[in-house]
């Protein structure tokens, strides 16, 4: 069995593992990434894209910690987006710089009030009526429209982007054994492809994987009960001829609709999310459908729903348990010698959950060494966006 050796092993290849692998790489470090199925696969790729900056959790004031944590990263990731800030990201798609926040219920005098307050502090912006979308145009609120300026980016060109400066060094591969000792992770053995095991052997070994970490948290002697999984059922409607991105709201915490919009085969696809994915992780397939289609319906009427095609999949967001609330509030490292296992707990705490790994590294006492060879490994490719994704659609 062939060993291979780096300075810090990143296991999982998410936004996570991305941006944490270039950040180390950038300090100098021999960095490798592993993942099991493609760049981006599973939770990342399925995101909806959005650059929170807690307007959407500040509404009703139920998530008041998570609202004031995230508003301090948007402006890194413009950052990078501009090619001004800690990682490149210039070739990145922004689908749209801001998204709305409206409501199609008349008894939402709490949202109105709030999204009032947050206007006279310049959190959002009454939109007038001559600046609609065309879609909103068509299908008017009940009251205001508010854009707040959270971009909405192409997943994938977040991908692609992040994976560039990593060719060579983002590999293919499932983990079959881990070897631990008191001082945490000694070695991963990995198949590859042809069947073929190596040895990974690392000074410090930083498990992004998601779903992946559990298999981490268990051979590391902390069990699952640090693990959590909220399911999802997102749906998708192809072949609208508009885009639309934000929040449908309604008098409960959960946006009624979230939707974020991708050009496709010549006319755009809606990614739906909120609480139509929500209450979807407990419907069948169709339930979830015919609801999304009624949901859509009763938003948009003037839209024509028959010709569109629907198709829907379950996602889980794997988390860290939170003792406190069932929506972990931050990013979360559980470290063990010389092993951390992390959840950046939302696409936009990437940078900070990178921060976070960084700081930890002093205490383990490692240098940076010479820059490994890993071209014989087979490399990671990107995955696909779910709608690129062989699904099976229908019309209702």
């Given at each position: ?101 409206w ?40 009251g ?14 977040v ?21 631990t ?27 992004t ?6 298999q ?38 959960k ?22 994915a ?61 092993s ?57």
């Open positions: 069995m062939d060993t291979y050796r780096c300075d810090i092993l990143i296991v999982g290849g998410g936004i996570a593992g991305l941006w944490t692998a270039n950040r180390l790489l950038q300090a100098g470090w021999n960095v490798l990434l592993l993942e099991s199925v493609a760049l981006g696969a599973v939770q990342t790729l399925a995101s909806q894209g959005i650059m929170h900056s807690g307007v959407k959790y500040g509404i009703d004031g139920s998530n008041r910690e998570i609202a004031q944590q995230l508003k301090t990263l948007p402006p890194r990731w413009m950052d990078c987006l501009a090619g001004k800030g800690e990682l490149d990201l210039s070739t990145v798609k922004v689908l749209s710089p801001d998204q709305y926040l409501s199609r219920d008349r008894l939402v005098g709490g949202f109105t009030s709030s999204m009032a307050g947050k206007a006279m502090q310049g959190e959002v912006e009454d939109v007038p009526k001559e600046r609609w979308p065309e879609v909103l145009k068509a299908n008017p609120p009940s205001s429209l508010y854009a707040v300026k959270e971009a909405i980016l192409d997943i994938q060109s991908v692609q982007s992040l994976a560039k400066p990593l060719r060579g060094r983002a590999i293919i591969g499932q983990i079959t054994k881990f070897h000792s008191d001082k945490g992770v000694d070695a991963l053995e990995v198949s590859i492809a042809g069947g073929q095991m190596i040895r990974l052997e690392a000074g410090a070994f930083v498990f994987a998601g779903e992946g970490n559990e981490a948290a268990v051979a590391l002697g902390f069990g699952m009960e640090v693990t959590q999984r909220r399911p999802l059922r997102m749906v998708l409607a192809k072949g609208l001829p508009q885009p639309v991105y934000g929040h449908c709201v309604t008098t409960s915490p946006p009624r609709a979230t939707i974020t919009s991708h050009p496709y085969e010549g006319k755009w696809v809606w990614y739906l999310g909120g609480e139509i929500e209450k979807g992780a407990a419907m069948s397939d169709a339930d979830t459908l015919k609801r999304a289609k009624s949901e859509m319906e009763s938003i948009f009427p003037s839209l024509n729903w028959n010709d569109v095609e629907w198709a829907c999949f379950a996602v889980d967001r794997a988390e860290p348990r939170d003792p406190k609330s069932q929506l972990p509030p931050e990013p979360r490292l559980l470290a063990r010698g010389n951390i296992i992390a959840w950046p707990t939302k696409l936009v705490y990437a940078p900070l959950l990178a921060d976070q790994v960084m700081k930890s590294l002093p205490a383990l006492g490692l240098q940076p060494t010479a820059p490994g060879d890993f071209s014989q490994l087979p490399a990671a490719e990107v995955g696909q966006l779910p709608w690129q994704q062989s699904l099976q659609w229908i019309r209702l």
